[in-house]
């Protein structure tokens, strides 16, 4: 696993930028639902009627009183009817102009929450990568030394037996051999501690193996930097920066 390629899985598998980004997603709904309000507000009603018989009735002459002998209808047995109104009121409006613009700025700000956890996430995810790098090189170079300690102390316990030194000085010889240990033990619990802190950062499921990539611990060359250069690119590049401007417009328009 290359330090590169630890980066681009955390950044999809991560849950704390999945969180983010699932936020991002719920604000720029949100925002398509304030410009919608925008739109003028539309009512439809549609009727339908139908009856088994024609409603017939006989009609009366207002001016001879004469009643006419034929029955006679004015419906149909099935009628339809369909009424479309809009309505647009302008201070309701304004009002969705303003909430738009608010929900435009909260969509901006939780783009800028994303890009900051990518920002962090692809920081700790570099350092917990050379951290586990630097303690599995750590730990070969333990394994090895702990052949020559095993094998002095094997060494040492045989010259005790033998006669050949006394225990006390045995014992003198043992001690450094049996700290060595200790630092060698510790190696190996530092690594697996990198280790798991790397996986809990990509956000790999709890079987998966990881296996690193050789990393160069190459000196860096000397670099001349221009300080003023960089405090302009650190302030380009804090997503908190713009997202407190964006909550200052928010409070602008809400006021």
């Known amino acids: 696993l290359t330090l590169a390629a630890a980066v681009q899985y955390a950044l999809e598998n991560n849950l704390d930028v999945q969180a983010a980004r699932m936020d991002q997603e719920v604000q720029a709904e949100l925002t398509t639902r304030a410009r919608l309000q925008m739109l003028p507000s539309l009512a439809a009603e549609a009727e339908m009627s139908r009856r088994s018989q024609f409603a017939a009735s006989k009609s009366e002459n207002l001016r001879t009183g004469r009643i006419a002998e034929d029955y006679t209808f004015s419906e149909e047995k099935s009628s339809r009817r369909l009424d479309l109104a809009g309505v647009w009121n302008l201070l309701d409006f304004g009002v969705a102009c303003l909430r738009s613009s608010q929900a435009g700025d909260r969509a901006a700000q939780a783009a800028e929450r994303l890009r900051r956890a990518q920002q ?136």
């Open 120 to 255: 962090t996430l692809g920081l700790n995810v570099t350092r917990a990568w050379w951290q586990a790098a630097a303690a599995r090189e750590a730990a070969r170079t333990a394994e090895s030394v702990l052949v020559s300690v095993e094998k002095l102390l094997a060494s040492i316990q045989a010259s005790v037996k033998d006669g050949a030194i006394s225990e006390v000085e045995g014992l003198k010889r043992v001690a450094p051999l049996l700290e060595q240990q200790i630092r060698i033990a510790k190696s190996r619990r530092d690594y697996r501690s990198a280790m798991a802190e790397l996986a809990s950062l990509l956000g790999a499921p709890p079987e998966a193996e990881i296996v690193l990539a050789d990393a160069a611990f190459d000196a860096l060359p000397p670099m001349d930097l221009d300080l003023a250069a960089l405090e302009k690119e650190a302030l380009r590049q804090r997503p908190e920066l713009f997202e407190k401007d964006l909550e200052e417009r928010i409070s602008g328009t809400e006021a």
